[in-house]
């Protein structure tokens, strides 16, 4: 493998191990914040399913031999950040559930742009069974994405709305 691909395939990898394991951190307050019990169980299940993604991001740094810590995800450290700030301004209750999904979407979405490049660059290289784990991943993140969808246009988003109406009527 060259060398230079090599240190792209690296950095990307402990680039994503970054942001796997900063969101295990983040997961379980995002879980507290939350109202809904729909959502608190959907960011539950992410954070079992996010413990077994950083599992197999392991196996993959171990087929490539590549170690996984070294990196520290910027992005993931801004996007919790701007999260938490988030969290800070509103109240408990749906629009602060609204904001959570919010945050968790950009979360998935950077995760679904980082395993799609490195199992495009591992497809490349013939690395299959790296392929494999990681298409695992990346399809658990889509769901999740659509999970998030769902929550927040069937019951966040109308409850949110309805709140503010009620705000509204309480002021008048
Ligand atoms: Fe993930």
Request: hydrophobic residues 40%; aromatic residues 2%; proline residues 3%.
């Given at each position: 493998?060259?060398?230079?691909?090599?240190?792209?395939?690296?950095?990307?990898?402990?680039?994503?191990?970054?942001?796997?394991?900063?969101?295990?951190?983040?997961?379980?307050?995002?879980?507290?914040?939350?109202?809904?019990?729909?959502?608190?169980?959907?960011?539950?299940d992410?954070?079992?399913?996010?413990?077994?993604?950083?599992?197999?991001?392991?196996?993959?740094?171990?087929?490539?031999?590549i170690?996984?810590?070294?990196?520290?995800?910027?992005?993931?450290?801004?996007l919790?950040?701007?999260?938490?700030?988030?969290?800070?301004?509103?109240d408990?209750?749906?629009?602060?559930?609204?904001?959570?999904?919010?945050?968790?979407?950009?979360?998935?979405?950077?995760?679904?742009?980082s395993?799609?490049?490195?199992?495009?660059?591992?497809?490349?290289?013939g690395?299959?069974?790296?392929?494999?784990?990681?298409?695992?991943?990346?399809?658990?993140?889509?769901?999740?994405?659509?999970?998030?969808?769902?929550?927040?246009?069937?019951?966040?988003?109308?409850?949110?709305?309805?709140?503010?109406?009620?705000?509204?009527?309480?002021?008048?």
């Amino acid at each position: 493998m060259p060398d230079d691909i090599r240190d792209l395939l690296t950095i990307s990898l402990q680039d994503i191990y970054s942001a796997e394991t900063q969101l295990l951190q983040a997961l379980p307050e995002m879980q507290d914040s939350a109202s809904s019990k729909t959502l608190k169980q959907a960011f539950g299940d992410h954070f079992r399913m996010t413990e077994r993604q950083v599992e197999r991001l392991d196996e993959v740094c171990k087929l490539l031999e590549i170690e996984p810590e070294g990196e520290t995800c910027e992005a993931m450290q801004g996007l919790v950040e701007e999260g938490e700030e988030l969290a800070d301004e509103l109240d408990e209750g749906p629009v602060l559930d609204a904001a959570l999904i919010g945050a968790a979407q950009k979360v998935e979405h950077y995760e679904i742009a980082s395993y799609g490049t490195l199992i495009s660059l591992l497809k490349a290289m013939g690395e299959d069974k790296a392929v494999g784990l990681l298409a695992e991943t990346l399809k658990e993140e889509k769901e999740t994405d659509a999970l998030l969808t769902k929550i927040a246009e069937g019951e966040v988003n109308p409850a949110a709305i309805a709140e503010s109406d009620s705000d509204d009527e309480d002021e008048d």
